[in-house]
């Protein structure tokens, strides 16, 4: 018997039109490139509610320039979110490009990392994660709006305060979008100088664990006391079995805190664990164990809060047609675009945890997320930008 032939996805530009296109992005390739580090160069820690609402008043004006109509929605806590809508010609759903404008680096990186050009590489804090992502939502609106004369569909842009640290206060916000749209294109950096896609993501939670011991002099009276510095040490030993690599289930201790003083049994002492699972399956299994520790020192009381933050991105139907219609964009260009399976979660894993069709990764090509060689690589940018417009057009 033979094998069902599939349908290709198809694009709504003739094939025609994609050389010319990506000439046009060419052309543009250092207004990318500026609009990059103008929003590098507005610092956005998450913890800085004054910081992130700077880059957010620079964006509006960005977006609302290219005729959309922008919406804050404001947070005590954590910088305000910035939804804008685009009307489109055609009644359809709206598609969502989905990011955020808060980084990891805190206010003064710039002096010593600044923004700079080096051997076809635009470096600074944030240019991959996820700034030059913004830069590619602006410049593929505009695309739009010159071939057609408007977008050919609505879409719906909305960048987030507080990715870099849960997205509490924007969660919500970002499902009830994606309820409404027909999928969700996530602008974060792609994976790897391949520039795959991203079609997977691990879930990702964060638990706490904290130890109550009894204090004595450490000299005078050291049986007396019970030491959570020490029952705490039994406890990750006992959690470190729970890691699954070969299934991708992970468990780390990353930050360890406890004690007083050297002559002092210690108190108290806490754990913060980071939590990854590749299937939201594993949640409850992996959330039962941690909540079931026991102390092995009677002496001691645990307490162990937190939880899975992020279920998986997992590779389903909707993930796979959107992917597919990205190859079809790819392939006017001769370009064989990759699929990655990730361990970082990102807000797309709520998006795609709800049943949307969503595709993640669709942002910057570079490295070094995060850190202090972080870049991203000039050149790749033009064809970025064209796969975001014609998937724009095609979802």
């Given at each position: 018997m033979s094998a069902r032939k599939k349908k290709t996805p198809v694009t709504t530009a003739p094939s025609s039109a994609w050389p010319g296109r990506l000439r046009y992005f060419e052309r543009r390739q250092d207004e990318i490139v500026e609009t990059t580090r103008q929003l590098a160069e507005i610092e956005s820690p998450s913890d800085n509610k004054a910081a992130v609402d700077r880059i957010a008043a620079f964006a509006v004006l960005k977006f609302e320039a290219l005729g959309g109509t922008a919406h804050f929605h404001r947070s005590q806590e954590f910088g305000d979110s910035l939804q804008i809508d685009f009307q489109g010609r055609e009644k359809r759903k709206p598609v969502l490009l989905l990011g955020h404008y808060d980084t990891v680096y805190p206010l003064g990186t710039l002096a010593a990392m600044p923004c700079r050009i080096?051997?076809?590489?635009?470096?600074g804090p944030g240019?991959?994660?996820?700034?030059?992502?913004?830069?590619?939502?602006?410049?593929?609106?505009?695309?739009?709006?010159?071939?057609?004369?408007?977008?050919?569909?609505?879409?719906?842009?909305?960048?987030v305060s507080d990715e870099e640290v849960g997205s509490y206060s924007s969660r919500k916000i970002t499902e009830a979008?994606?309820?409404?749209?027909?999928?969700?294109?996530?602008?974060?950096?792609?994976?790897?100088?391949?520039?795959?896609?991203?079609?997977?993501?691990?879930?990702?939670g964060e638990y706490t664990l904290r130890v109550k011991g009894v204090a004595a002099h450490a000299g005078l009276d050291p049986g007396k006391g019970h030491s959570a510095i020490l029952e705490l040490a039994r406890q990750i030993t006992a959690i470190a079995?729970?890691?699954?690599?070969?299934?991708?289930l992970s468990v780390n201790a990353g930050v360890i805190q406890g004690g007083t003083r050297s002559n002092v049994v210690a108190a108290e002492a806490s754990v913060t664990l980071d939590v990854r699972i590749k299937r939201a399956q594993q949640a409850p299994g992996i959330d039962?164990?941690?909540?079931?520790?026991?102390p092995i020192d009677k002496h001691c009381q645990l307490d162990i809060t937190g939880g899975i933050n992020r279920l998986p991105m997992e590779?389903?139907?909707?993930?796979?047609?959107?992917?597919?219609?990205?190859?079809?964009?790819?392939?006017?260009?001769?370009?064989?675009?990759?699929e990655a399976a990730v361990g970082g979660g990102s807000d797309g894993n709520?998006?795609?945890?709800?049943?949307?069709?969503?595709?993640?990764?669709?942002?910057?090509?570079?490295?070094?997320?995060?850190?202090?060689?972080?870049y991203i690589v000039i050149s790749e940018l033009p064809r970025?930008?064209?796969?975001?417009?014609?998937?724009?057009?095609?979802?």
């Open positions: 080096n051997d076809g590489r635009l470096h240019v991959l994660d996820m700034k030059s992502g913004i830069a590619l939502m602006l410049h593929a609106i505009a695309a739009l709006k010159e071939w057609h004369g408007d977008l050919p569909r609505p879409a719906t842009v909305f960048l979008l994606a309820r409404q749209s027909a999928g969700v294109l996530v602008l974060e950096p792609a994976a790897g100088l391949r520039g795959a896609v991203k079609t997977a993501r691990k879930g990702v079995t729970f890691n699954n690599l070969r299934q991708g039962r164990k941690l909540r079931s520790l026991k590779r389903t139907a909707g993930v796979i047609a959107l992917y597919r219609k990205a190859q079809a964009v790819a392939r006017q260009l001769d370009w064989d675009l990759e709520f998006t795609a945890g709800l049943g949307i069709p969503t595709l993640d990764g669709m942002g910057g090509v570079g490295e070094g997320a995060h850190a202090l060689h972080e970025r930008a064209l796969l975001l417009a014609g998937m724009i057009e095609s979802v």
